[in-house]
T-cell receptor, first 112, second 113 residues
Framework: QKEVEQDPGPLSVPEGAIVSLNCTYSNSAFQYFMWYRQYSRKGPELLMYTYSSGNKEDGRFTAQVDKSSKYISLFIRDSQPSDSATYLC????????????FGAGTQVVVTP | DGGITQSPKYLFRKEGQNVTLSCEQNLNHDAMYWYRQDPGQGLRLIYYSQIVNDFQKGDIAEGYSVSREKKESFPLTVTSAQKNPTAFYLCATNSGTVTDTQYFGPGTRLTVL
């Protein structure tokens, strides 16, 4: 069983809809949670970074962490065709010295 | 212009040849990482280095080698011992503190012919 599970999709939504992405994990030591966006044939770029449990909002993006359920989510409001990409969750613990565990990534397609 | 550069963007190799992928950064970050990405499998860690002249194996180090002679550079050699080297290779860095995240380069696509 992988430490981080993420549905690979693809997830297809119409423009303007809310995109909902999630990951589950098994390691209770994870404290830092990230979401990256990756366009085709490009390097991942950091979207959201959250420490421990709670919510964080940045523009159209909201990240949620529920450590009791070992579950993290990313919501994209008012989705645009430019949001079409693969979204990777990643996480680490205080004893892992910056090493990240990644989910497989979810491909999102926003149709005009 | 700060950032991480990887070269070349595309690389073709014949079976049995070693090839070296370049990763350079001017972010003054201590830690550097190499990942391999295959379709549907996310990122898998090959090697990482926390300081100059020191590096550790990641989850899939077999068939790869690295060096860290300078803080700015962390080249990856894909050797002929790597059985399935065709993949997208990503270099990443972070400042070396546990609360920092990783920042990625643009990647190198390696194809073995």
């Amino acid at each position: 069983q992988k430490e981080v599970e993420q549905d690979p999709g693809p997830l297809s939504v119409p423009e303007g809809a809310i995109v909902s992405l999630n990951c589950t994990y098994s390691n209770s030591a994870f404290q830092y949670f990230m979401w990256y966006r990756q366009y085709s044939r490009k390097g991942p770029e950091l979207l959201m970074y959250t420490y421990s449990s709670g919510n964080k909002e940045d523009g159209r993006f909201t990240a949620q962490v529920d450590k009791s359920s070992k579950y993290i989510s990313l919501f994209i409001r008012d989705s645009q065709p430019s949001d079409s990409a693969t979204y990777l969750c990643a996480m680490s613990g205080t004893d892992s010295w910056g090493k990240l565990q990644f989910g497989a990534g979810t491909q999102v397609v926003v149709t005009p | 212009d700060g950032g991480i550069t990887q070269s070349p963007k595309y690389l073709f190799r014949k079976e049995g040849q070693n090839v070296t992928l370049s990763c350079e950064q001017n972010l003054n970050h201590d830690a550097m990482y190499w990942y391999r990405q295959d379709p549907g499998q996310g990122l898998r860690l090959i090697y990482y280095s926390q300081i100059v002249n020191d590096f550790q194996k990641g989850d899939i180090a077999e068939g790869y080698s690295v060096s860290r002679e300078k803080k700015e550079s962390f080249p990856l050699t894909v050797t002929s011992a790597q059985k399935n080297p065709t993949a997208f290779y990503l270099c990443a860095t972070n400042s070396g503190t546990v609360t920092d995240t990783q920042y990625f380069g643009p990647g190198t696509r390696l194809t073995v012919l």
